[in-house]
């Protein structure tokens, strides 16, 4: 394994520095790297006013993450949190309907009212609605996804370590799922856009055993 890459914010605000200290007690010498401090410098770099507005899953806003990450970046940001407590569940439905569009809308109106310029889509999930958030945010408000800056953190990483593939060359992947195998499958080819292939379930410890070993 070249590198760990926490594709989730939860598990990034949670987990990510046992994560890396369980990494650096074994001899694979392999980094994790999460989402959430790529999003925080993009944000911060995008706001205008110094006031930063954060939608995420009830786990990742109440671990303060993405405003611990802000404010190391630029102390004097202001940050904006909201709790979206069904927001994740209602697009692992699949139905885009009034219904969904009503939660986007109470969970945007206290960043409207609270005056962000800026926006950060604190989970993976968020970004396949992302022109409903746009719309309830205004048009003027910047929204933030983690995806294009964690992949080029990745990217550098593994170039400055000379672990990065030869352009000429395809890749493959492999998924593991601690849940219903089918379900990921299906949800999976319709949010990637790409046919998974098989996935094989494994149980939450076999699958981080599989990724960091055991400790030294």
Do not use: W
Request: hydrophobic content about 45%; some cysteine.
């Amino acid at each position: 394994m070249k590198l760990l890459v926490v594709a989730c914010n939860s598990a990034t605000a949670a987990a990510l520095p046992v994560l890396q200290e369980r990494l650096m007690e074994t001899t694979l010498g392999v980094e994790a790297l999460g989402v959430v401090q790529p999003a925080a410098v993009q944000a911060v770099a995008a706001t205008r006013r110094g006031r930063v507005g954060v939608l995420g899953t009830p786990a990742t806003v109440a671990t303060g993450a993405y405003a611990t990450a802000i404010a190391a970046t630029d102390p004097f940001v202001e940050v904006v949190s909201v709790s979206c407590g069904d927001l994740a569940m209602r697009i692992e439905a699949g139905t885009i309907d009034d219904a969904l569009v009503a939660a986007v809308r109470g969970y945007c109106a206290p960043l409207r009212e609270a005056g962000v310029d800026t926006v950060i889509l604190g989970c993976t999930h968020y970004p396949l609605v992302k022109p409903i958030l746009q719309r309830m945010l205004g048009p003027d408000v910047a929204v933030i996804t983690s995806g294009a800056p964690h992949a080029r953190q990745v990217e550098h990483v593994l170039g400055t370590r000379g672990l990065d593939r030869p352009g000429d060359r395809e890749g493959s992947y492999g998924f593991l799922c601690t849940g219903d195998t089918a379900t990921f499958r299906q949800q999976g080819t319709r949010f990637l856009q790409l046919p998974l292939g098989p996935v094989e379930h494994v149980t939450l410890g076999a699958a981080l055993e599989r990724l960091v070993g055991s400790p030294a």
